[in-house]
């Protein structure tokens, strides 16, 4: 498996490539695909990369893990196929959405039309076993995606992080809060969206602070 990912984003990751972490990452995922069930398909592991090149990125929503059910993960943090059971978190995100912008609850819980407008659905690991949460983890991946947010942080200014749950807040560490705006709340689980997602009002914030850095607002309407 060659790393294939959008041209911009492979010039600003390139000294991570190189490094030993990475050629072992790499080593595991390409046996892992060979031998089992893994999501993404391989050719959307960089997904949240290519549908949202790094000279475009506006606004960075931060997953841990990509879903390991039969068809839902398509590369890009929250997000299903279509055709695909809109997940719980997912549902979460839409009725703060509406709630906050008063658009439509989708009928689809693909989320690429988010990524053309320079959102970075990133999540911190990018692949992963079918049904089984959690098995890819501490292989490498949380490095690369560490290197990914530092580097946004460092080289961009005017980004929005959205920042959910715990997991997100303390990989989020590292950002500068001089340069970029960051916004923090519960995650949108069922088990915590109560605790302080709902209410947030994250979607109308990222685009008053858009708006102010004139930069343009995004279109949340999916």
Same mark, same amino acid.
């Given at each position: 498996m060659g790393v294939t990912i959008e041209k911009a984003w492979k010039q600003q990751l390139e000294s991570e490539f190189s490094k030993m972490y990475f050629k072992d990452l790499i080593q595991f995922v390409k046996s892992e695909y060979a031998t089992k069930?893994?999501?993404?398909?391989?050719?959307?592991?960089?997904?949240?990369?290519?549908?949202?090149?790094?000279?475009?990125?506006?606004?960075?929503?931060?997953?841990?893990?990509?879903y390991h059910g039969l068809g839902q993960a398509n590369g890009?943090?929250?997000?299903v196929q279509n055709g695909v059971a809109i997940p719980p978190s997912l549902k979460n995100i839409f009725k703060e959405m509406n709630a906050d912008l008063e658009f439509p609850i989708p009928q689809s819980g693909n989320l690429e039309n988010w990524s053309k407008q320079g959102i970075l659905l990133l999540n911190a690991t990018l692949t992963v076993r079918a049904n089984q949460a959690g098995s890819h983890q501490n292989r490498g991946w949380e490095a690369f995606t560490d290197a990914v947010v530092k580097c946004? *942080?460092?080289?961009?200014?005017?980004?929005?992080?959205?920042?959910?749950?715990?997991?997100?807040?303390?990989?989020?560490?590292?950002?500068?809060? *001089?340069?970029?705006?960051?916004?923090?709340?519960?995650?949108?689980?069922?088990? *915590?969206?109560?605790?302080?997602?709902f209410g947030n009002r994250h979607f109308s914030k990222a685009n008053k602070y858009l708006k102010e850095k004139g930069k343009g607002e995004i279109n949340w309407k999916l």
């Open positions: 069930h893994i999501y993404p398909p391989g050719k959307l592991i960089f997904n949240a990369f290519d549908k949202c090149p790094f000279d475009q990125v506006k606004v960075v929503i931060l997953g841990q893990d990509p890009l943090c929250f997000s946004l *942080s460092e080289k961009k200014e005017n980004l929005v992080f959205m920042l959910w749950g715990a997991y997100a807040q303390q990989k989020g560490k590292q950002i500068d809060a *001089s340069k970029h705006l960051i916004l923090r709340s519960a995650h949108p689980s069922p088990f *915590s969206a109560e605790k302080g997602f």
